[in-house]
């Protein structure tokens, strides 16, 4: 108990412990006493590191000192590295921080006083460049903590060469590294083991440059993984092993095959010395499988496979590891209109193909899956022959022609010069319709180039071998409607079905540079025939007269003419407005006022007009 303590606990009067202390002094008088106190305080001051003797550990957790001082120190037991050896007796350094505190006891620190006599060491053994060993504390903000005989710190960006995953993964190993920075004011040391790895990696380097050789089969550490490959570490430098060199085999990423620190067994495949870059492989350890593949697979072979990949162009077949062929779309199906091969096959399908060519040099196969199966076109001359009447649906129109299937995947054209003896057709929607079924004849078919040609107008005898030169004469006046105009002329219908072209040279007696400035689609016409052409199925026309309209009359007579809309008497077909009067030329190609002035002239000879209307089917 503390002296102070025993004087409250026994209230001894002044007196009293006079007469005590002078017997426990006897014969040692105060000057002696104030002496050798003297001696002992002035030995003991903060920040001072002094011996001292463990008395004995409190239930508090601390640990009573004699540090040969009136009073005794006390330490925090977890200060101590190891608790259960703090025993009475034991001898240890402590840094005096403050003596007599409020209860009378000096507060010392044996972790302080073990970091400075640690400092102390370090400065007097090392520098800056020596390399250290230490155990990692802890991490901290920036780096790891580290216990070389003081705590010193490790950035992180000196952890390692690669800095990967999670520095905390260093904790409670032991490294080694060197000593790159010692502040003594702030007692505060930089450590980096990157420094001391590059180091020991610039002299291994140089040695295993000298070492290595193409075709050697060398030991690494994965050290790196990226999509195009994997850096494995030699001892000194590091090598790519690339991504298409890992197998004979397809993947996709590094990753399925190896992870950081594997151990590998490499092949040194090339060695570039200037800069210091070494490529890999692995597959290279074993045989290619591409060797004697002509005769694993020989052409026309049929084999199993797996699909593993699909592009817009094809499917690749896995036939083995590292073994793959290309089933081009156009191999695929030999009706099927196919536009992407998801439309066939997705990845992992089993396929059966037939080995269509290889070639060695380049590594590649090319592959059938309509081969496995029997051609439809082979049989399509048997089952189509010419003069075959068929029927099939319209599946597609284009500007030349309608194509029509015969069966799945098999068409054929109806081009659109087969579709009428005497119509001019621009467009085939002028006679089919996409989806409408019809009858063809088959008129000719070509294997090689699968190609059957279709006729609709050979379902009907061709008019022009007698029907049309018997009905129709060089010389005739007919009426026509006008149904189509171009640049060089006019095509003017004489019967439905029946065209006769009115040549631009013959609108009138002058140069007419447009169709339009005389005649006007659906507008009705007298003509002439002037050529028939059964060969070349071709009548040509000379204008005699266009009719106008019932408005351009009563616009010409001031509204009178509406006793012109009674022709078409005797059985002659009714027009839907009523013809203007004949005329043996054709209009001039004037103002709209000079042919109204000339409509009126001829008024008179309205019913001349009406027997003409009547007239014109006859002629026909």
Known sequence: MHGKQLVKKF????DELSRLTSEALGTTTLAEIDTAIGKTVSDLAPNKIVRGRVIKRLDDGMVVVDVSYKAEGRIPLEEFENPDAVLPGLEIECLVEQIEDAEGFIQLSKRKADRIRGWENIIQTHKEGDSVKGTVLRKIKGGLLVDIGVPVFLPASQVNIRR?????????????????????????????????????????????????????????TVKNIADFGVFVD????????HITDMSWGRINHPSEMLKLDDEVEVKVLKIDRERERIALGMKQKTPSPWENITEKYPVNQRVQGEVVNLMSYGAFVKLEDGVEGLVHISEMSWTKRVNHPSELVKPSDKVEVIVLEIDTEKQTISLGMKQTEVNPWDMVAENYPPGTVIRGKVRN????????????????????????????????????????????VVLSVDQEKKRIALGLKQLQADPWSGDIPARYHIGDSVPGTVTKITNFGVFVELEPGLEGLLHISELADHKVDNPEEVVKVGQRVEVRIIKIDSDERKIGLTLIQA???????????????????????????????EPEPRREVAPAAGSLADQLKGIGQRVSAREAAKKAAEDGPANG
């Open 11 to 14: 209230a001894l009067g002044a």
């Open 164 to 220: 990967a995953g999670d520095i905390g993964d260093w904790i409670g190993k032991e490294i080694e590294a060197r000593i790159i920075k010692i502040d003594e004011e702030r007692m505060n040391i930089v450590i980096s083991r990157r420094k001391l790895i590059e180091e020991e990696r610039e002299s291994k380097k140089a040695q295993l440059l000298a070492e290595l050789a193409e075709g050697q089969v060398r030991k690494g």
């Open 234 to 241: 030699l001892g000194g430098i590091d090598g790519l092993l």
């Open 397 to 440: 129109l284009t500007n030349y022609g309608a194509f029509i299937e015969l069966q799945e995947g098999i068409d054929g054209l109806l081009h659109i010069t087969d579709m009428s003896w005497t119509r001019k057709i621009t467009h085939p929607s002028e006679v089919v319709k996409k989806g409408e079924e019809i009858e063809c």
């Open 547 to 577: 009719h106008f309209e019932v408005e351009v009359e009563e616009a010409a007579t001031g509204g009178g003419g509406g006793g012109g809309g009674g022709g078409g008497g005797g059985g002659a077909p009714t027009p839907a407005r």
